[in-house]
């Protein structure tokens, strides 16, 4: 296992967001990159802009809405997966899986669910319940793996600066929540919250009421590890430099630095 920065980060819109996501890439050079939300069918992927960076991608977009990538620094992804097995009949990109320096990595973006109850939220369920049952397979592997990308889910109170405005939202109801705990009881762990179990961490702030300015965010960004690649975990943060860019994305870029393990004398 070599040392890996290994990153996620919902871009809102890649035309839009493109020379932050760059000058963001030239500063922290991250190895592996998870991008959501891309909001650009294929055609509108900037590949050259991103090889110019010194990084080889993956995409699966959808115009307007949705989209997913994988990025690689030095290198090219080697696609496994275009689309969330289990769900071919799915319209929506929302899901992208690779080999990438030696790790698996599943990159998502998991259905918002608003306005709940209702169709979009039943949508969320079924999705997640797909995700569950092609993570076990991944989290038995012999390989390390990664699942990591937004999955519009804020674990626990802990993870929301306050909840009263949120307790209708599809983000925090008991039926999200649990199916983020029976990926974590298969074997996951959570990246951030492992290193930072007494720490508010917050990857996204949204627009609205100076939520950024006052660090009113939430945690819904999460790098998950099997446990080939959990005990390698060395280091997780987020950017937050980024959301305070001109024109940014409501999310901030979270990552993780992952080291060989030290040998025992």
Not at 38 to 45: E, G, N, S, T, V
Not at 87 to 105: F, M, N, T
Not at 129 to 152: F, K, M, R
Not at 233 to 257: F, M, Y
Request: glycine share 6%; hydrophobic share 40%.
């Amino acid at each position: 296992m070599r040392n890996l920065k290994i990153a996620t980060f919902n871009v809102n819109g890649i035309g839009t967001r493109l020379p932050n996501l760059l000058q963001w890439l030239k500063k922290e050079r991250p190895d592996i990159v998870c991008l959501q939300e891309l909001k650009a069918q294929d055609r509108d992927f900037p590949v050259a802009d991103l090889e110019a960076a010194g990084y080889g991608s993956l995409h699966h977009g959808q115009a307007s809405w949705n989209g997913v990538a994988i990025l690689a620094r030095d290198s090219e992804p080697l696609l496994i997966h275009k689309g969330l097995p289990g769900a071919k009949d799915d319209a929506q990109s929302r899901y992208l899986e690779a080999a990438v320096h030696g790790v698996i990595v599943g990159c998502l973006y998991l259905p918002n669910g608003n306005p709940q109850p209702g169709p979009k939220f039943d949508y969320k369920l079924r999705w997640f319940e797909h995700l569950i049952a092609h993570a076990q397979t991944l989290q038995a592997s012999e390989h390390p793996v990664v699942l990591a990308g937004d999955y519009n889910v804020v674990p626990t109170d802990f993870d929301i600066y306050n909840t009263r405005s949120w307790l209708k939202d599809a983000l925090l109801q008991p039926e999200s929540r649990e199916c983020f705990q029976r990926l974590l009881n298969q074997g996951w762990i959570d990246s951030v919250r492992h290193l930072y179990p007494d720490e508010r961490v917050y990857t996204f702030w949204d627009y609205f009421r100076q939520h950024w300015q006052k660090n009113s965010g939430l945690r819904i960004d999460h790098l998950l590890l099997n446990p080939v690649l959990a005990p390698h975990l060395k280091n997780a943060g987020v950017d937050a430099w980024v959301r305070d860019k001109d024109h940014p994305s409501d999310h901030a870029p979270t990552w993780i630095e992952i080291a060989p393990r030290k040998s025992k004398k």
